[in-house]
């Protein structure tokens, strides 16, 4: 530690908050009928951290394996909610659900399990205060990833269906015919991580080392963190897509080597 | 040489057919009538029952591309999948005759896909198909984009592939086109076969 942890007031915040309320103040007076949004946002912001500030208290003061899963649940949970929002074209059914939740779910508890027990190696490996956190930063980036390659991947076959199905008729098989389709939905979905590798501390700092750094550890440790949490984040994150995507292409074709749109909902009106 | 029996898929069905070694069978019918459903379900493109042989082999012993290869289907719209036309042909210099004889340049090979025009794709694409070899081709509506010059060097290469052995079914809205070529004409409304349409 190279410096104290200054602990900071309510008061502080709210004074903080000052600057919104100007930016508010004016949006009003200039009618950009953007106060309200601001207001509401920001005050959704301070409930929803109040209430994630006070639930992790008390997970971390109780310390159970139990409660930590249960948690750790429930972040699936709301991240599989969002991957099945975020498809244009879903797969009908529990498919919809289940494929691209269970992909993000398996690469990022299987990359955290080891990425704690093996490497940061708290007492005991399950540690709520490192592996919530953690996790959900992982999960998080998979949930991105996931979701942008099962986009593209639904679209790009329903737009490429023709040619898709004239390499079959020439005596393709399925993986052959939809390989360049493949291979844009799995780059589509691995994009934002690989964005954001190559831009760190370049373009911004990533928000896990600027609190570590503002909270006094030195820079050069709170950099190999960082180093370890990319490498965690990008690990799920392409091992997800590629669950997710391929799984994604056996739905959508099959043992007779055809395309099976008829698999995907109807785009939503 | 190759026979349908109870053919069902969605909207299509039962069907029985079969067509003889040389010959060209002919299917008419008003549009949304199954004459397409039925190609891309011998083609197995679409989920279907039934049983399906060519030559006696039945097709679910078969892998299914090696089904599409020996009954290859032309759709009445072609799929491209790569930007250059020759990037499509396993050997594009062995295809240039046949280019050359569907009244195209025999450079075509070398253009973008970008640059063709409805008739130049389908031609192309029967060209395609042919380099496989088929026993059989599904022709849907093959002269649909074609002027009447085009029209008669396909025609002419579809009886070129009936002279060497090959059955074909030729989906066509051209009751003139129909009498030219086939051998026997059936009808499609409603998903089923309504019997035989004259020859």
Do not use: C
């Amino acid at each position: 530690m190279s410096g104290a942890y200054l602990a900071l007031s309510y008061w502080d915040v709210a004074l903080a908050a000052l600057f919104l309320l100007v930016n508010a103040g004016l949006s009003f007076w200039l009618q950009l009928g953007l106060g309200r949004q601001l207001t509401v946002a920001a005050a959704r912001m301070v409930v929803q951290l109040l209430l994630i500030g006070l639930l992790l208290k008390t997970v971390f003061d109780l310390a159970s394996p139990w409660l930590t899963a249960g948690v750790g649940l429930a972040m699936i949970g709301f991240a599989t909610r969002e991957v099945w929002a975020r498809q244009e074209r879903r797969l009908k059914g529990a498919w919809g659900f289940a494929l691209g939740g269970g992909a993000m779910a398996f690469a990022a508890t299987l990359v955290i399990v080891v990425g704690l027990a093996t490497l940061i190696q708290p007492d005991p490996w399950w540690t709520p205060r490192f592996a919530l956190p953690l996790f959900g930063m992982i999960l998080g980036n998979a949930l991105t990833g996931v979701s942008l390659g099962l986009d593209t991947l639904s679209a790009t076959l329903d737009r490429e269906r023709r040619a898709v199905e004239a390499q079959l008729l020439l005596g393709a098989t399925r993986w052959q015919a939809v390989r360049p389709v493949t291979r844009r939905a799995l780059r589509s979905g691995m994009m934002p991580i690989i964005n954001a590798m190559a831009a760190t501390g370049v373009v911004s700092l990533p928000g896990m080392m600027t609190g570590q750094i503002v909270s006094g550890v030195e820079p050069t440790e709170a950099v190999k963190y960082q180093l370890l949490i990319m490498f965690l984040i990008a690990g799920a994150t392409a091992l997800g897509v590629l669950l997710a995507v391929l799984g994604a292409v056996r739905r959508l074709t099959d043992r007779r080597h055809r395309l099976r749109l008829d698999r995907l909902r109807a785009t939503q009106p | 040489m190759l026979t349908v029996e109870g053919l069902r898929a969605a909207n299509l069905g039962p069907i029985d057919l079969t067509l003889g070694d040389r010959e060209i069978l002919a299917l008419r019918g008003p549009s949304g009538a199954g004459k397409s459903l039925l190609l891309r379900a011998i083609a197995d493109l679409d989920p279907n029952e039934g049983r399906v042989a060519l030559d006696g082999t039945d097709r679910d012993t078969l892998p299914a591309p090696a089904w599409r290869r020996r009954v290859a289907y032309l759709p009445a719209e072609s799929g491209w999948w790569a930007d250059r036309v020759a990037e499509h042909f396993q050997e594009p210099d062995a295809a240039r005759p046949r280019v050359r004889a569907l009244g195209l340049p025999a450079d075509a090979l070398d253009w973008s896909v970008a640059r063709l025009s409805t008739g130049e794709k389908q031609r192309l694409a029967l060209v395609r198909a042919l380099e496989q070899d088929p026993r059989v081709l599904l022709l849907d509506e093959p002269t649909s984009a074609l002027d009447p010059e085009a029209a008669a060097a396909v025609e002419a290469a579809i009886r070129e592939q009936r002279d060497n052995g090959r059955a074909v079914l030729l989906v066509t809205h051209d009751r003139k086109q129909a009498e030219r070529l086939a051998d026997r004409t059936l009808a499609i409304a409603k998903g089923r076969l309504s019997g035989e349409a004259g020859s």
